[in-house]
């Protein structure tokens, strides 16, 4: 019964993932032992691995399946989809925190699995021996890391963003960011790789006084202010936007997301895709709290369409290609802000299908090239890349026929041909990744990892296309108000507007030209490119902000130590002063 009561509640998936991550770390411990015994005895084989490395992976596949049960059990059940405890300080008014399992926070929870189920079978460390190991660092990250293995991590991460996406006030969104921080770095590891670790701790931390401004500003009976149906300020919603905005890293307040440093397969999962989406549905709340339309301002919609134009031009610049994964996922994540600013609906049924495009889309896609990679075959890149583009039937088309310019809207014209100029430039960066896959297969890989990145692909593909097919089952099953006629894609395609087609027509044909003709048109005028591509990325902006940061600091550690007597000089301003006060009076 206590079993039932622990599990079967908004908070249950996120325990099982926990209480899997503790216990591979418990078996991990162990398992150390077992091998010092075993070395100590002389009986170590030559290839041997102690049993709880050999296991990790199917143990923590089955602590993400078993979290999906629960998750599944819990919406089909109809059981109460509220869970909280009382918050009694002894110095101020006392809230509850609370968590909601409503269709929204359902639907981003199973986001959440499939991508942490997606990590894990990225991991390629799983099937070596012991003693062939990538290198020194990941054996030592492996064996002798306190914090956890990269599945632990991942884990505790995935349970993390489920604590956050399931808050019901502000003060349990408040207390899940802490803990959502905490377990990105964990995740991230600053002291194995400086970067991007150090960038995106740092500038997260940052954003937390943001929160401590929010409820500074909400008082004490504001804390258990409700993300459902709760009137906020416009000042208190621009706030809580900003938040939303940050921790989905959407342009340009993305630079936590594009620290320098290389990042293995897993940790760019983690790092772009499972954090962000937290983020976005932490936009979806905030879009729902304020009056109709109150976001669709000509002012929203150019930081829209400059963030789509920025990050598309940045990803067809560049010339690495996992800098232009990076900038292709930033460019589906601004999507889902650009449908706040201009979609036809209102509440999360105008973000649901650009949620899906940016996380199951971006996912495919670095599966895909992994797969190219150790298998030689270009035609995942290639299904990746029409997926993630949004032909009908991909949740992408879906998100494109929601995006309407109002016509009366100052600039609608020029933002829109802008618009059509990012889709382009996105599409030829979808084609330049599609065409620079590897012909053949830079190393022989195990078939096992083969078969995890096999396994991974079908299902990410199979739910891309599930849910852009058949969007009636997804939005009948999350119980998401609309119009029932526009649940059919059948129904959908009928009525898209020309301008759907057209964009999509367009971006198409100018796009591959684009993307798979680059080199002939600009081969000459790289520097350029490269150039541009530095400045839409405002990494140079970062930079000087960071520099402007450290010259006050410099400043302020200056009249610090002056103010604490070197060289006298505090003391002989303190003395003056108190000359000038005994002259004067």
């Excluded at 599944?72 to 059981?79: C, L, P």
């Excluded at 401004?213 to 459902?228: V, Y």
């Excluded at 797969?371 to 990746?384: E, M, N, P, S, Y």
């Excluded at 970062?542 to 060289?567: C, D, M, P, T």
């Amino acid at each position: 019964m206590i079993l039932k009561s622990l599990l079967l509640q908004p908070l249950g998936p996120a325990l099982v993932l926990a209480i899997a991550g503790v216990l591979l770390a418990l078996m991990r411990r162990l398992g150390r032992g077992v091998a010092t015994w075993a070395g100590a005895q002389a009986i170590q084989p030559a290839r041997w691995q102690p049993w709880p490395y050999a296991l990790r992976l199917p143990f923590a596949l089955l602590g993400v399946v078993s979290a999906a049960a629960v998750l599944v059990w819990f919406r089909r059940s109809g059981a109460e989809g509220m869970t909280g405890w009382q918050w009694q300080p002894l110095t101020v008014a006392g809230s509850t925190l609370e968590w909601r399992l409503d269709g929204w926070n359902w639907l981003v929870s199973g986001l959440i699995l499939l991508l942490a189920a997606a990590a894990l079978l990225l991991d390629d460390e799983y099937p070596r021996p012991a003693g062939q190991s990538r290198s020194p660092a990941a054996a030592r990250s492996r064996r002798l890391d306190l914090l956890g293995t990269e599945v632990e991590r991942t884990l505790w991460l995935a349970a993390a963003a489920l604590v956050f996406v399931c808050s019901a006030n502000v003060l349990t969104l408040a207390c899940s960011w802490i803990v959502l921080d905490a377990a990105l770095a964990i995740r991230l590891r600053p002291g194995l790789s400086p970067e991007p670790a150090g960038r995106a701790w740092s500038l997260l931390a940052l954003s937390a006084m943001l929160v401590l401004l929010l409820l500074f500003f909400l008082g004490e009976s504001g804390l258990r202010a409700a993300l459902t149906g709760h009137a906020f300020s416009r000042g208190e919603l621009t706030l809580l936007w900003t938040l939303g905005l940050v921790r989905a890293g959407a342009y340009p307040l993305h630079f936590w997301l594009t620290g320098p440093g290389s990042t293995s397969r897993p940790m760019r999962i983690a790092l772009s895709l499972i954090a962000p989406a937290a983020g976005l549905w932490l936009l979806v709340r905030v879009y729902g709290l304020g009056e109709t339309g109150w976001l669709r301002r000509p002012e929203w919609a150019a930081l829209g369409v400059l963030a789509l134009l920025g990050t598309a031009l940045v990803a067809w610049a560049t010339e690495d290609e996992t800098w232009r994964w990076r900038w292709i996922v930033l460019n589906r994540s601004g999507l889902v802000v650009m449908a706040a600013y201009v979609a036809g609906l209102s509440g999360p049924q105008a973000l649901i299908w650009a949620l899906l495009a940016f996380a199951l889309g971006g996912a495919l896609l670095l599966v895909a090239q992994a797969l190219a990679q150790d298998t030689g075959r270009r035609a995942f890149v290639w299904a990746a890349a029409f997926l993630v583009w949004g032909f009908p039937g991909a949740p992408g088309f879906l998100a494109r026929t929601g995006l309407v310019f109002p016509t009366g809207m100052a600039l609608a014209v020029p933002l829109f041909v802008l618009m059509l100029l990012a889709e382009v430039l996105f599409v030829a960066a979808l084609w330049q990744t599609a065409a620079a896959a590897p012909a053949r297969p830079a190393q022989p890989r195990p078939n096992i990892i083969v078969i995890q990145l096999l396994l991974t692909f079908g299902l990410l593909a199979v739910s891309l296309l599930a849910w852009g097919l058949a969007p009636r089952l997804i939005v009948g099953f999350v119980a998401l108000p609309g119009d029932e006629a526009l649940r059919t894609l059948g129904g959908i395609i009928v009525g898209a507007r020309r301008s759907v087609w057209a964009g999509l027509a367009l971006s198409g044909v100018l796009g591959a030209a684009l993307g798979l003709f680059r080199q002939r048109i600009f081969g000459q005028m790289r520097g350029w490119q490269s150039a541009i591509g530095g400045i839409a990325s405002l990494d140079w902006l970062y930079q000087s902000i960071v520099a402007g940061l450290a010259v006050v600091g410099n400043a302020l550690r200056y009249f610090a130590v002056l103010g604490e007597g070197e060289g006298y000089l505090g003391w002989l301003a303190l003395a003056s002063l108190i000359l000038w006060v005994l002259v004067r009076g």
